[in-house]
């Protein structure tokens, strides 16, 4: 989304509602995520998305940054552990 006078307001995101921010997920935390954005981990080798309850996952967890939780990640689709990272995604509007 774009203001008026090209200033990016949120970044870029794709059809699916993903947003495109490389290495910005695995730098943020719980605290850092908003209201309208939702938590979702991508497998390395089979490309399957999944999304997660990130509440249940604070409360789990606590204060703790994403990136240290990307090695407990393990795919519903192939099983994969290795190499699957967070997504960050913005809620479907109603």
């Given at each position: 989304m774009r203001h008026a006078r090209s200033i990016v307001l949120i970044p870029e995101s794709s059809d699916d509602g993903r947003i495109e921010n490389g290495e910005g997920a695995p730098q943020a935390d719980f605290q850092s995520l908003r209201?309208?954005?939702?938590?979702?981990?991508?497998?390395?080798?089979?490309?399957?998305?999944g999304w997660l309850d990130r509440y249940d996952l604070e409360r789990r967890y606590g204060a703790v940054q994403l990136i240290r939780l990307q090695p407990l990640l393990?795919?519903?689709?192939?099983?994969?552990?290795?190499?699957?990272?967070?997504?960050?995604?913005?809620?479907?509007?109603?």
């Open positions: 209201q309208w954005q939702r938590l979702g981990g991508l497998c390395c080798r089979c490309a399957h998305e393990r795919c519903t689709r192939c099983q994969s552990k290795g190499g699957n990272r967070f997504i960050i995604g913005a809620m479907a509007r109603d």
